[in-house]
């Protein structure tokens, strides 16, 4: 979980209605977090509603309650945000056993991602006992899948085994 808490001075205002954003210091590792407000330091009574979160920051409206005007004070907006840290997606694969020295390979997510990740890691581990070596070029990437070609590198034949494709993404 990650923690953070803040506090704002809000403009003064003539409207009974002030809407605003303000930036969290650290951004939250994409998540939305969830956002708690009050109103402090001045004589009037507030409500802090409709808090939308995103990962970089947070809307609100501040209202004036006790009387149908705004305030020529600066009372203060005391927040806290709680989000939670999302681990990195990761997975594996199985190719299977291949003729060639190369396996083209498309590997779906477990869920779909809101956004294409950036890049992915990824690496091949063949069968306990086995002396394969393999390499794993990249290929396209999407919010669902990523395609990869997995080579042998020890030999210029196919293997008889079913190794493994282990990945991550990286953000």
């Known amino acids: 979980m990650s923690n953070q808490r803040g506090t704002q001075a809000l403009p003064k205002s003539d409207q009974n209605s002030l809407t605003l954003t ?3 210091p650290t951004p939250f590792n994409g998540t939305n977090p969830q956002v708690t407000a009050t109103v402090q ?3 009037g009574n507030y409500a802090v ?3 939308i979160p ?5 809307r609100f409206t501040v209202t004036r309650t006790d009387q149908p005007g705004g305030w020529t004070e600066q009372p203060q907006l005391m927040w806290s945000a709680v989000g939670r840290e999302v681990p990195p997606a990761k997975g594996n694969h199985v190719i299977g056993k291949s003729t060639t020295n190369s396996a083209n390979e498309s590997v779906n997510f477990q869920s779909k991602k809101n956004s294409a990740p950036k890049d992915i890691y990824a690496w091949v581990i063949g069968d306990f006992a086995s002396q394969i070596t393999y390499a794993v070029q990249m290929g396209s ?3 669902s899948s990523f395609q990869c070609t997995v080579r042998r590198t020890d030999a210029t034949s196919g293997w008889d085994e079913s190794p493994t494709l282990y990945w991550t993404i990286i953000q």
């Open 49 to 51: 509603q409709g808090i």
């Open 54 to 58: 995103s990962p970089l920051a947070f």
């Open 41 to 43: 330091g001045s004589s």
């Open 22 to 24: 303000f930036s969290f």
């Open 141 to 143: 990437i999407n919010s």
